[in-house]
């Protein structure tokens, strides 16, 4: 879980983490760097269906669950 307290997640913050199956981001995220999930095969994301990790989400593949 990405709590409140974080606005920005760092260019390959989550990189390679091939077994990292869910994250879950507060709506308080407002950018994500680059390939901040690359090599996440099996990652969903969790987030508000306005927010800026869903849009994230759609905009990379990366399957998206709304919270």
């Known amino acids: 879980t990405v709590p ?3 606005s920005e997640i ?11 199956a869910v994250v879950k981001v507060s709506p308080s ?3 994500i760097g680059y390939g901040a999930f690359e090599g996440c095969p099996h990652l969903t994301v969790i987030a508000p269906a306005d ?3 869903a ?3 759609q905009s990379f ?3 998206h669950k709304e919270n």
């Open 29 to 31: 995220v407002e950018s």
């Open 10 to 20: 760092g260019w390959f913050a989550f990189a390679d983490c091939k077994s990292l």
């Open 61 to 63: 593949a990366i399957p």
């Open 55 to 57: 849009a994230y989400a």
């Open 51 to 53: 927010s800026y990790a």
């Open 4 to 6: 409140y307290s974080v």
